[in-house]
Nanobody
């Protein structure tokens, strides 16, 4: 069992930056692929970014390429999402997720564990 807790959300004006963190506890010795997803009110959850255990392979949704960076520190059991040039349409609850090493990283259904989410609000 893995528990994931997100932090770092908040309110920011358009063009600003936030860094989200997700810290894992429990079965943290596994070589998990980690992902970030977001869900706006009334919309389906959508893929944002993912990273393999080694950190050598990353994946991004087209709408965040060049603005967001995913990274991880396995010694700290933490994955990060650095967000810059934020837009009002980025407003959503952001969730981190953990899955097996070789899963299709952009598919939400591939992940086994999910955090509770952290709210991001971007004002115009």
């Amino acid at each position: 069992q893995v528990q994931l807790v997100e932090s770092g959300g908040g309110a920011v004006q358009a063009g600003g930056s936030l860094r989200l963190s997700c810290t894992a506890s429990g079965r943290t010795f596994g070589t998990y692929t980690m992902g970030w997803f977001r869900q706006a009110p009334g919309k389906e959850r959508e893929f944002v970014a993912a990273i393999r255990w080694s950190g050598g392979s990353t994946y991004y949704a087209d709408f965040v390429k060049g603005r967001f960076t995913i990274s991880r520190d396995n010694a700290k059991n933490t994955v990060y999402l650095q967000m810059s040039s934020l837009k009002p349409e980025d407003t959503a609850v952001f969730y981190c997720a953990a899955g097996s090493a070789g899963i299709p990283a952009t598919r939400g259904r591939s992940y086994d564990y999910w955090g509770q989410g952290t709210q991001v609000i971007v004002s115009s």
